[in-house]
């Protein structure tokens, strides 16, 4: 499987350089075949994941705005999922608004795979630790795994993508790139191939959490 991370701007509303940076993505993943080949957009249900996801895979429909987000021919389904959301409590820029709010919002994105219309996982006065934050990313590779789908993007935050790979190469042995584990920078993308064999060793692991937040029990969905 096929796997392309891009670590999301933080922006409470566009601005024509964070729009441009977001165009320059969209431009760098259509140039090199991505955006033909991507089956399934997930993005972490943060406003900020969300206005990346929308700028590169579905462009800018606004007339006064089309010379920076062209529209795109091909339009992968994008889908919003809690398990892929950034590192939560504590600070007010990763608690989410609610879908109600959301789906008013982003028309483009599904929501149906999120339960709970208000945010209930993050918490004013604990910080998720980066142990859980790990083991999210972990159980969120292998949802992704049992996709039927076989090039997905995954459009994220910088710490949460960061463990996961982390978590991948470290309690998993899957050998990743160190260019890979530092840091994302703003809007960069780095992609990776998963194995059976990644999966395999994963199920082997007894790397757990009380804490991580399970997809909901219809891991395989299809989307219209």
């Known amino acids: 499987m096929e796997l392309c991370g891009v670590q999301t701007l933080r922006f409470s509303s566009p601005n024509f ?4 940076l977001v ?21 972490s249900p943060l406003r900020r994941a969300m206005q990346t996801s ?6 800018q429909e606004d007339t006064n705005q ?20 950034e590192r939560m409590g504590l600070y007010p820029c ?5 879908i109600g709010t959301y789906r008013t919002c982003f028309s483009e ?6 339960e ?19 083991a999210r990313g972990l159980h969120f590779l292998k949802w992704l795994w049992e996709r039927p789908e076989k090039d997905i993007a995954v459009v994220s935050h910088g710490i949460f993508l960061q463990q996961t790979l982390r978590a991948l190469h470290e309690k998993v042995g899957t050998p990743v790139e160190d260019n890979h584990l530092k840091r994302f920078a703003n809007c960069e993308l780095r992609s990776i191939r998963l194995e059976k064999s990644d999966m ?4 082997l692991t007894t790397y757990n959490s009380r804490k991580y937040v399970s997809p909901p029990s219809t891991s395989i969905h299809t989307f219209e």
């Open 17 to 20: 350089k964070t729009l441009r």
């Open 116 to 134: 709970s219309d208000e945010d209930t996982l993050w918490q004013a006065e604990e910080r998720e630790d980066m142990e859980d934050v790990s």
């Open 66 to 85: 089309s010379d920076i987000f062209p529209k795109v021919n091909h339009s992968p389904p994008i889908v919003a999922l809690e398990i892929c959301r």
């Open 23 to 43: 165009s320059n993505m969209r431009k760098e993943i259509s140039k090199s075949g991505l955006l033909n080949t991507v089956q399934l957009v997930i993005t």
């Open 54 to 59: 929308v700028g590169i895979f579905r462009g």
């Open 94 to 98: 990763d608690k989410r608004e609610s």
């Open 200 to 203: 395999e060793a994963y199920t």
């Open 109 to 114: 994105v599904d929501f149906t795979m999120i």
